[in-house]
């Protein structure tokens, strides 16, 4: 669910449940769990009339629900990021028990397939890429549209404007009148943009939006990244990892070629990518010590 969906169904103002949301992400919850203890997981969701479903894990041999999500659905990425936390938390999974439906079923064989791409530390865990950000494409436009020209000009970020978590303008940059631009195509803070068709050299190559831009949008060939939580430790740390060898390696495996020298970056697969995610604080320690690091 959105801030504004939270909202709209609590009664509470989206200012309030931001300033909610900040606070517990200060002081959030610690659970260690230091033993691969074996389990057999009874995976079930449940349906309620505000088209919200409860989907629980809970461990029938040892008598412990160990995991439960609210969503919308039976999402099998979500699904799979769960089982995945699950054996991260330091469980090892025997057996899995469902109905039977798909989505599930597609979770586990996906989680049985892929193993955990790495160690990470008790306190963190794992969480696909598309359950951090939504993924939107930037502006299309035909050739015609730029020789029309107004007042209002409106820049156009194409995948050269884009480098190693930064980004600028140049002097062949793209300008079209704001009359071909909808307001929400301009960027805002906190997204993300990286090229979606572009070379091998230039791939997974991420930048930061950190101010909203009035007068600047991306292109078509370009992804928007935008994510769910605009925390600045969340924006500093994404954007870290987004520089990582890890990621990038990940985004050239996903590509398929297109023409001579380009490749398409596969959205449906960017968004299954799994992210190692720490504590809010333990975020807030690695942006401030890069930071502080004269590279």
């Not at 919200?52 to 999402?75: G, K, M, P, Q």
């Not at 028990?97 to 160690?119: C, L, S």
């Not at 000009?153 to 793209?174: A, F």
């Not at 954007?239 to 001579?260: A, D, E, R, V």
Request: with cysteine.
């Amino acid at each position: 669910m959105t801030i504004g969906e939270i909202s709209k169904a609590s009664g509470y103002s989206s200012r309030q449940l931001h300033r909610w949301f900040d606070e517990y992400l200060d002081e959030y919850p610690t659970w260690t769990i230091r033993t691969r203890t074996p389990v057999y997981l009874l995976v079930d969701g449940t349906y309620y009339s505000d088209n919200h479903c409860l989907i629980v894990y809970r461990a029938e041999n040892i008598r412990r629900t160990l995991f439960y999500r609210f969503s919308r659905s039976e999402d099998d990425d979500e699904i799979a990021s769960d089982l995945m936390n699950i054996r991260a938390m330091g469980y090892e999974v025997l057996g899995i028990t469902t109905d039977g439906g798909d989505n599930i079923v597609r979770a586990v064989e996906f989680v049985i397939e892929e193993d955990i791409p790495f160690d990470i530390p008790d306190s963190w865990c794992w969480m696909r890429l598309g359950c951090l950000v939504y993924c939107e494409t930037g502006l299309a436009y035909s050739k015609d549209n730029l020789n029309e020209k107004s007042e209002s000009m409106i820049r156009v970020l194409r995948g050269g404007n884009i480098d190693e978590g930064r980004w600028s303008v140049k002097d062949d940059d793209v300008m079209i009148s704001s009359k071909y631009v909808r307001e929400e195509l301009l960027l805002k803070r906190g997204t993300f943009i990286t090229p979606a068709v572009t070379s091998l050299e230039r791939m997974a190559k991420t930048a930061l939006i950190e101010t909203d831009l009035y007068d600047t949008v991306a292109g078509g060939f370009v992804l928007m990244l935008k994510p769910f939580f605009k925390h600045d430790a969340i924006l500093g740390y994404l954007n870290l990892l987004f520089q990582t060898t890890y990621y990038k390696q990940y985004c050239i495996g996903i590509t398929n070629k297109s023409g001579q020298a380009f490749y398409n970056l596969s959205r449906q697969k960017l968004m299954k990518c799994m992210i190692p995610i720490a504590p809010i604080k333990e975020m807030i320690r690695i942006v401030t010590k890069y930071e502080s690091l004269d590279l």
